[in-house]
């Protein structure tokens, strides 16, 4: 796994590439805690890059995303692949999180 930082219309956006299972996940916990933390009410995931992701990296965002919800603001998810979204269909994560295209983009649903 590999992490990127940017912003978006003053917006924080973290990239990951790649897989994020097993070893990554404690990096990726502390990534999106920290990307929790910034005092803005719209983060970003990017994820239009994710090649595979485990359950536990799936409820990590469910819960990041209750987070920023609980503090009136909001995660939004950007670019999952038709495969990402079938990997998470058990969590049905894209369905719970504000998806959109990309960084920038209107919202899926």
């Known amino acids: 796994m590999?992490?990127?930082w940017d912003a978006v219309d003053g917006s924080p956006v973290l990239t990951i590439d790649g897989s994020i299972e097993g070893q990554d996940l404690a990096v990726f916990g502390q990534s999106l805690d920290?990307?929790?933390r910034r005092p803005v009410p719209t983060v970003m995931l990017d994820v239009s890059r994710v090649d595979e992701w485990s359950l536990l990296a799936q409820a990590m965002v469910l819960?990041?995303?209750r987070r920023m919800t609980a503090?009136?603001?909001q995660l939004v998810l950007c670019g999952p692949s038709v495969r990402l979204h079938a990997q998470s269909a058990a969590l049905r994560v894209f369905?719970?999180?504000?998806?959109?295209?990309?960084p920038g983009?209107?919202?899926y649903h």
């Open 2 to 4: 590999h992490q990127s």
């Open 34 to 36: 920290r990307l929790c």
């Open 63 to 65: 819960s990041s995303a």
């Open 71 to 73: 503090r009136g603001g």
């Open 95 to 102: 369905d719970r999180v504000t998806t959109v295209r990309s």
């Open 105 to 107: 983009a209107h919202a």
